[in-house]
């Protein structure tokens, strides 16, 4: 059978010379950007390599490849559940690998003599998984949230695995098919107040804060840990800090560690052949020298603050300590380990509470359950550069070049994976990520899924407008996310905003990966908003993101008024011209209500007069309902039509973000009448067929504006 190659454009790795900005215009790179960046970027060849490091191929498509080098070869391709074939192949010659060669993750060798060289051999579906429903019309919507604003009468002062299953509960009840959260990767337990979601320590791990106290056995079977919990003092503490309008990290942390450390002296007193040890001893396994790293740096990073005023930036640490597989390090293991299995019972308990979320999400039959998020890279000083020094380009900075949202750059402070040697690895590091982020998860959220063509790099010492862009093997990339996609039976969404080259959203929908639509985003440059039914089919639609204003702060310009109280604005000329963008925005906004029939006609037509109200916020939750998009996600910020962000991009500590909470308890939330109407009208609405453009006929399965 002859096969015929894919017919697409490969995209060479390495530096982009020039760029187009957000504005349209052709920018061109800086020699002197250029140069640090080149120095950097130089691939690191095996010598004498006679076969690349790996080859990823599409199910379907011609599998070929060339050794090199002289002479004939002996080749053996072993499968990845068992058995192979063999063959030879000279030199120069095209090697034509089975077409029944199997989804999944081979090794290919070449011998000659008694020589050997190897390739992984990757071969990926055509694209994700798609639940069957959502290919056939069918429309879904679900609940947005960052998992630490969540109120609740049983926290201990942010929202926990407790109060995920209990909103799980409460959205699956009401016809809901998911509930989406911030990144869960792990942080800094011992530096509490480095709290951003998306500067993780790690991306394999979890945060242990989110751990419910309330649901760990150990904890309550423990004399001790009942002692220390019926104490006044620590009742008073728990009270504060779950009244607290914001979440105080240190206060949590440190509660929370204090109890969980009594419950895992419980824990310790079980019989080695206790089922919970048992399975312990086999999450360990499972998670081999990675756990090992991460409970390590998390341990040593408590011992070493003990010491003195260390930071949570291994690249900081006494020298001695800097390298993860140092001697100095192994004998810190060696002389904790029990403070290091502490951490690692830490992380066990984490996965299971999620695990058990997502198990509850099936029980009830929601059809995606759990919607993870996946950051774009992880901390320069955190636990995955610390464990894998190699693997990070150490000496650069991830971000953004200058845009609208922020128009002097971003620099993420987040270490970028080296492409060259991710492909020596054989995409291994990639593979186990996107595994550690889909297990418990029934989609996954690719933050930035730009980053998978092309990354902003921003040299040490540079201003973030003082960066380049790096290409990645996107099509390598793209084919392992489907793999993994269709083994977990995860669905993929790619947060697709900002400057999107062509090629990106080419890649995107032959991949089956869902679009990210943002209310806030669609429009044309004349502020006409995108009918709902003329979303794409494969895509989410979302009225706004952590990133961007809630509702009703986009209405009231808060985000503005916030962005110049903060210095974030150039000058006042590009702040004057951000509000009157704004308030073309709205009128384009409320005009398009207005034309779907969405709003009582005493709601004004003249947006500068027209405030935010019950009847505005309604209406544009039933806009985005009507959407064509399969997935609809809503923020519980705009059910509770609250306005305080949860994160001003561009700031660090001139505001508290990633610590705003909920304005009310979940049990509140779901004995508001008002919002039950609101929720049965958008459950009624994504049950339906597509709206046509145009004002909608009233029916009875589509409640009045008035309602």
Avoid at 58 to 67: F, I, N, S, V, Y
Avoid at 96 to 109: A, F, K, M, N
Avoid at 371 to 388: E, K, P, S
Avoid at 672 to 692: A, F, H, K, Q
């Amino acid at each position: 059978m002859v096969l015929k190659a894919k017919k697409s454009v490969r995209y060479p790795v390495g530096l982009v010379d020039t760029y187009k900005d957000a504005y349209g215009n052709e920018q061109v790179i800086a020699e002197e950007t250029r140069e640090k960046l080149m120095q950097l970027l130089a691939p690191q060849d095996i010598a004498g390599a006679r076969l690349p490091p790996v080859c990823v191929f599409r199910q379907g498509k011609a599998m070929t490849l060339k050794p090199g080098g002289e002479g004939d070869y002996g080749w053996i391709i072993t499968y990845e559940k068992g058995g192979g074939t063999e063959g030879k192949v000279s030199a120069g010659q095209v090697l034509s690998l089975p077409d029944t060669l199997p989804i999944g993750y081979h090794q290919l060798v070449l011998e000659q003599g008694e020589k050997q060289w190897s390739c992984r051999i990757i071969v990926a579906p055509s694209g994700c998984y798609e639940p069957e429903p959502l290919t056939n019309g069918r429309r879904w919507w679900g609940i947005t949230v960052q998992l630490y604003t969540l109120r609740s009468q049983h926290n201990w002062g942010i929202g926990d695995f407790g109060d995920l299953k209990s909103l799980v509960e409460n959205v699956a009840r009401r016809g809901g098919a998911f509930v989406g959260f911030n990144p869960l990767h792990s942080l800094y337990p011992a530096e509490p107040e480095a709290a951003s979601p998306y500067s993780p320590s790690s991306r394999h791990w979890l945060n242990i804060i989110y751990i419910d106290v309330n649901q760990v056995e150990d904890f309550h079977h423990s004399e001790a840990a009942q002692a220390w919990w019926r104490r006044d003092d620590i009742q008073r503490q728990v009270l504060v800090a779950r009244t607290n309008r914001w979440v105080d990290y240190t206060s949590v942390t440190t509660l929370k560690l204090a109890a969980l450390r009594l419950a895992f002296q419980h824990f310790c007193r079980r019989s080695p052949l206790d089922h919970r040890k048992t399975a312990l001893q086999q999450f360990i396994r499972n998670g081999g020298e990675s756990l090992q790293q991460q409970a390590t740096y998390d341990a040593l990073l408590v011992y070493l603050k003990a010491q003195g005023d260390i930071p949570a930036d291994w690249r900081r640490w006494p020298e001695e300590y800097r390298e993860a597989g140092g001697d100095a390090v192994m004998r810190f293991r060696q002389e904790n380990a029990e403070e290091i299995q502490f951490y690692c019972w830490l992380q066990w308990v984490a996965h299971e509470q999620l695990a058990a979320c997502f198990e509850r999400s099936r029980q009830l039959g929601m059809p995606i359950g759990l919607y993870r998020d996946l950051a774009v890279g992880g901390a320069q000083g955190g636990v995955d550069t610390w464990g894998d020094r190699q693997l990070y380009c150490l000496d650069v900075t991830l971000g953004a070049p200058p845009d609208p949202l922020g128009p002097q750059g971003q620099n993420w402070n987040l270490t970028p994976m080296h492409p060259y040697a991710l492909q020596q690895r054989g995409y291994q590091p990639f593979i186990d990520m996107l595994r550690r982020n889909m297990a418990s998860s029934g989609a996954l959220r690719i933050d930035h899924v730009m980053g998978l063509l092309r990354l902003w790099w921003i040299p040490g010492g540079d201003t973030a407008a003082g960066g380049a862009y790096v290409r990645y093997p996107v099509d390598d990339l793209l084919a392992i996310v489907a793999l993994e996609s269709q083994r977990y039976r995860c669905l993929v969404i790619g947060e697709d905003l900002g400057t999107v080259p062509e090629e990106v959203v080419q890649r995107l929908e032959e991949n089956g990966i869902y679009s990210y639509k943002v209310l806030f985003f669609e429009k044309d440059r004349k502020n006409r908003y995108r009918a709902p039914c003329e979303y794409p089919r494969r895509s989410m639609a979302t009225i706004t993101t952590h990133d961007l204003p809630t509702l009703r702060g986009f209405w009231q310009g808060m985000d503005l008024t916030l962005g110049k109280d903060l210095g974030l604005y150039p000058s006042d000329e590009i702040l004057q011209l951000q509000l009157e963008e704004r308030e073309l925005a709205k009128q384009g906004m409320l005009d398009a209500l207005h034309e779907q029939g969405l709003l009582p006609q005493r709601v004004g037509r003249n947006a500068a007069l027209t405030s935010m109200s019950s009847h505005l916020n309604r209406g544009v939750q039933r806009y985005l309902a009507d959407s064509a998009s399969a997935l609809l996600g809503l923020q519980l910020e705009d059910w509770l039509d609250m306005a305080t962000p949860v994160n001003v991009p561009g700031t660090d500590r001139e505001y508290p973000n990633w610590r705003r909470k909920l304005s009310r308890t979940l049990d509140s939330i779901f004995t508001d009448r008002n919002l039950e109407r609101l929720i049965r009208d958008i459950d009624l609405r994504r049950g339906g067929p597509v709206p046509v453009r145009g004002r909608k006929k009233k029916t009875d399965a589509t409640p009045s504006a008035d309602a």
